[in-house]
C-alpha cells in the first residue's frame, strides 16, 4: 500500500531524525513528518543559533579586552544583520544535511501537523489544507516541546520576546530585561551583555541555575557582574506597559514592588512538552498533569507499537538525550533486546564561564543522604587557563565515600562543554579516582584539572595544597 511503513516518526528534530536514520539502517521502512523544517527546534531556532550567537559574543570580548596581551583593535563593533546572515547560513547547512541523510538512507519525508486516528493510522496536514492518511505498524512520538509563557507577557515576538524571538533580532536593544535566570535565560542574556545592551536578569529562586550547586553558579553570577549585568534573586514580574520610551515593567523584587524601563523582554520559564494536539485520548494515552508522556524503559507509552521519545517524555530536556531515546526506541522496534540505560546523561550550560556536569551533583547527593567524598581543582592552578587568560572556575568530582567510584563530576570554566565528555566516558566505564588519576593527561591542557580533582579527593593533588 502507498504510504504504509512498518514505523513512522512523528517530529524531525534530533530524537526523530535520529530515529528515522536508525530504523532505516536496520532495515525497517521508514517514514517522518513535521509541521515544520528538518532538524526541530534544536538546529532551527534553539541550541545551534544560540552557539553561534555567542561565539560571535565571545569573540567581540576577546578582542575588546586583549589590550592585556598587547593586541590593541580600535572601535570593534557587532554587525548584527551580518551576524545573523552568517547564523542562518549555518542553520541551512545542517538541515539540509539531515534531509540528505534522511533521504540517503530512504527515509520518506512528510511536512505537516499530525494527528492519530488509531494506532496503526495518523492523517498528516500540510500548510495548504490538504490531509494525507498514513499508516504504519509502530510510531515514535518525538514532537518536542515549546516555551512556555508567563500570564501579562505573552510572546509576540516584537516587545515580549521568546527564544526564538531573541536569536533574531538584527537591532542591538539598549535595555534588555530577561525574566528567568535558568541556562536559556542566562546564555541570551549574556551575549546580548557581551554585545553591549544593558541586561537586566529577574529569578524566582534564591540561585541562578536552579538545580546546580551553587559553588558553580555563584562563579558565573562573579562574571556576570563584573559584566554589569543587574541579578535580581527571589523576584517575580507581573506584567508590562508599552510606553513612549519603550517599555515598562512592573516586577516584585524581594517582595518590594518596582519597575523596569526595557526595549525588549526575553521570558524563558521553562518549556512544555508538544502533546495536546496529537490525538492522544483517541488512543488510550494518558499525559501526566505536565502533559509529558509516561514510557517504560523501551520508551513504549501504554500502547504498545507506540513509542515516545525526547522532551515529550520529561526532563531533562536535552538534545542529546532525545538522539539516544530514538536510538533505543529504534532498536527495540527492530526486534534488538536493548533497553535505555546508561550511568551518565551530560548537562551542559554555555553561558560566561561555560558549566559542564555529568553524574550526581554534590547537593544532590546530600539530599539523597548518599556518603560522598569530594576533591576540587581550580584553574587558575592551570598553566594553560593562564595562558588562555581563562582562570576562572574548577573541576569538582563527587566519589562514593567507600569505594572510590566516581558517582559525578562537575565543571564550571572554559571548555566545561567539552571537557565533560571524559568523565562522562570514564563514568560509563564504572572508573574510580584513581582510574582518572592514573591516567596521564596532555600538558599544558585544562584536562588536566580533572586528575588533580580526582586526586583531591584522597587529599593527593600535585598541583595544590591539601589536607
Given at each position: 500500500?502507498?504510504?504504509?511503513?512498518?514505523?513512522?516518526?512523528?517530529?524531525?528534530?534530533?530524537?526523530?531524525?535520529?530515529?528515522?536514520?536508525?530504523?532505516?539502517?536496520?532495515?525497517?521502512?521508514?517514514?517522518?513528518?513535521?509541521?515544520?523544517?528538518?532538524?526541530?527546534?534544536?538546529?532551527?531556532?534553539?541550541?545551534?543559533?544560540?552557539?553561534?550567537?555567542?561565539?560571535?559574543?565571545?569573540?567581540?570580548?576577546?578582542?575588546?579586552?586583549?589590550?592585556?596581551?598587547?593586541?590593541?583593535?580600535?572601535?570593534?563593533?557587532?554587525?548584527?544583520?551580518?551576524?545573523?546572515?552568517?547564523?542562518?547560513?549555518?542553520?541551512?547547512?545542517?538541515?539540509?544535511?539531515?534531509?540528505?541523510?534522511?533521504?540517503?538512507?530512504?527515509?520518506?519525508?512528510?511536512?505537516?501537523?499530525?494527528?492519530?486516528?488509531?494506532?496503526?493510522?495518523?492523517?498528516?496536514?500540510?500548510?495548504?489544507?490538504?490531509?494525507?492518511?498514513?499508516?504504519?505498524?509502530?510510531?515514535?512520538?518525538?514532537?518536542?516541546?515549546?516555551?512556555?509563557?508567563?500570564?501579562?507577557?505573552?510572546?509576540?515576538?516584537?516587545?515580549?520576546?521568546?527564544?526564538?524571538?531573541?536569536?533574531?533580532?538584527?537591532?542591538?536593544?539598549?535595555?534588555?530585561?530577561?525574566?528567568?535566570?535558568?541556562?536559556?535565560?542566562?546564555?541570551?542574556?549574556?551575549?546580548?551583555?557581551?554585545?553591549?545592551?544593558?541586561?537586566?536578569?529577574?529569578?524566582?529562586?534564591?540561585?541562578?541555575?536552579?538545580?546546580?550547586?551553587?559553588?558553580?553558579?555563584?562563579?558565573?553570577?562573579?562574571?556576570?557582574?563584573?559584566?554589569?549585568?543587574?541579578?535580581?534573586?527571589?523576584?517575580?514580574?507581573?506584567?508590562?506597559?508599552?510606553?513612549?520610551?519603550?517599555?515598562?515593567?512592573?516586577?516584585?523584587?524581594?517582595?518590594?514592588?518596582?519597575?523596569?524601563?526595557?526595549?525588549?523582554?526575553?521570558?524563558?520559564?521553562?518549556?512544555?512538552?508538544?502533546?495536546?494536539?496529537?490525538?492522544?485520548?483517541?488512543?488510550?494515552?494518558?499525559?501526566?498533569?505536565?502533559?509529558?508522556?509516561?514510557?517504560?524503559?523501551?520508551?513504549?507509552?501504554?500502547?504498545?507499537?507506540?513509542?515516545?521519545?525526547?522532551?515529550?517524555?520529561?526532563?531533562?530536556?536535552?538534545?542529546?538525550?532525545?538522539?539516544?531515546?530514538?536510538?533505543?526506541?529504534?532498536?527495540?522496534?527492530?526486534?534488538?533486546?536493548?533497553?535505555?540505560?546508561?550511568?551518565?546523561?551530560?548537562?551542559?550550560?554555555?553561558?560566561?564561564?561555560?558549566?559542564?556536569?555529568?553524574?550526581?551533583?554534590?547537593?544532590?547527593?546530600?539530599?539523597?543522604?548518599?556518603?560522598?567524598?569530594?576533591?576540587?581543582?581550580?584553574?587558575?592552578?592551570?598553566?594553560?587557563?593562564?595562558?588562555?587568560?581563562?582562570?576562572?572556575?574548577?573541576?569538582?568530582?563527587?566519589?562514593d565515600a567507600k569505594t572510590n567510584e566516581i558517582l559525578g563530576v562537575s565543571i564550571v570554566g572554559a571548555e566545561a562543554s567539552e571537557l565533560v565528555a571524559e568523565a562522562g566516558l570514564a563514568m560509563e566505564f564504572g572508573a574510580d579516582i584513581e582510574d582518572i588519576?592514573?591516567?596521564?593527561?596532555?600538558?599544558?591542557?585544562?584536562?588536566?584539572?580533572?586528575?588533580?580533582?580526582?586526586?583531591?579527593?584522597?587529599?593527593?593533588?600535585?598541583?595544590?595544597?591539601?589536607?
Amino acid at each position: 500500500m502507498g504510504n504504509s511503513y512498518q514505523a513512522f516518526v512523528i517530529g524531525a528534530g534530533p530524537g526523530g531524525y535520529v530515529a528515522a536514520i536508525r530504523l532505516a539502517q536496520l532495515g525497517i521502512k521508514t517514514g517522518i513528518a513535521d509541521k515544520g523544517n528538518l532538524g526541530g527546534v534544536c538546529l532551527n531556532v534553539g541550541c545551534i543559533p544560540s552557539k553561534a550567537l555567542i561565539t560571535a559574543s565571545k569573540t567581540l570580548d576577546k578582542i575588546r579586552t586583549a589590550d592585556k596581551m598587547g593586541i590593541h583593535v580600535d572601535n570593534a563593533s557587532m554587525d548584527l544583520i551580518t551576524l545573523q546572515k552568517w547564523k542562518s547560513s549555518i542553520v541551512k547547512r545542517l538541515t539540509t544535511g539531515v534531509g540528505g541523510l534522511l533521504k540517503g538512507n530512504d527515509v520518506d519525508t512528510f511536512t505537516g501537523t499530525v494527528k492519530f486516528l488509531d494506532r496503526n493510522r495518523i492523517e498528516i496536514t500540510d500548510r495548504s489544507g490538504k490531509t494525507t492518511e498514513v499508516r504504519s505498524e509502530n510510531f515514535i512520538i518525538a514532537t518536542g516541546s515549546t516555551p512556555a509563557q508567563v500570564p501579562g507577557f505573552e510572546f509576540d515576538e516584537k516587545n515580549i520576546l521568546s527564544s526564538t524571538g531573541a536569536l533574531d533580532l538584527t537591532e542591538l536593544p539598549e535595555r534588555f530585561l530577561v525574566i528567568g535566570g535558568g541556562y536559556i535565560g542566562l546564555e541570551i542574556g549574556t551575549l546580548y551583555a557581551k554585545f553591549g545592551s544593558k541586561v537586566t536578569i529577574v529569578e524566582m529562586m534564591d540561585s541562578l541555575l536552579p538545580g546546580f550547586d551553587k559553588d558553580l553558579t555563584q562563579v558565573v553570577a562573579r562574571k556576570l557582574k563584573k559584566m554589569k549585568v543587574d541579578v535580581h534573586l527571589k523576584s517575580k514580574a507581573l506584567g508590562y506597559t508599552k510606553t513612549r520610551n519603550g517599555l515598562t515593567a512592573s516586577l516584585e523584587i524581594k517582595g518590594k514592588k518596582t519597575e523596569f524601563e526595557a526595549d525588549k523582554i526575553l521570558v524563558t520559564v521553562g518549556r512544555k512538552p508538544n502533546t495536546h494536539n496529537l490525538g492522544l485520548a483517541a488512543l488510550g494515552i494518558k499525559t501526566d498533569d505536565r502533559g509529558f508522556i509516561p514510557v517504560n524503559d523501551k520508551l513504549q507509552t501504554s500502547v504498545s507499537n507506540v513509542y515516545a521519545i525526547g522532551d515529550v517524555v520529561g526532563n531533562p530536556m536535552l538534545a542529546h538525550k532525545a538522539s539516544k531515546e530514538g536510538e533505543v526506541a529504534a532498536e527495540v522496534i527492530a526486534g534488538k533486546n536493548v533497553v535505555l540505560d546508561y550511568r551518565a546523561m551530560p548537562a551542559v550550560v554555555f553561558t560566561d564561564p561555560e558549566i559542564g556536569s555529568v553524574g550526581i551533583m554534590e547537593n544532590e547527593a546530600k539530599e539523597k543522604g548518599i556518603d560522598v567524598k569530594v576533591g576540587k581543582y581550580n584553574f587558575i592552578g592551570l598553566g594553560r587557563a593562564l595562558t588562555t587568560d581563562a582562570t576562572d572556575g574548577f573541576v569538582k568530582v563527587i566519589a562514593d565515600a567507600k569505594t572510590n567510584e566516581i558517582l559525578g563530576v562537575s565543571i564550571v570554566g572554559a571548555e566545561a562543554s567539552e571537557l565533560v565528555a571524559e568523565a562522562g566516558l570514564a563514568m560509563e566505564f564504572g572508573a574510580d579516582i584513581e582510574d582518572i588519576s592514573l591516567t596521564v593527561h596532555a600538558h599544558p591542557t585544562l584536562a588536566e584539572a580533572l586528575p588533580e580533582a580526582a586526586r583531591a579527593v584522597v587529599g593527593e593533588a600535585i598541583h595544590a595544597l591539601t589536607k
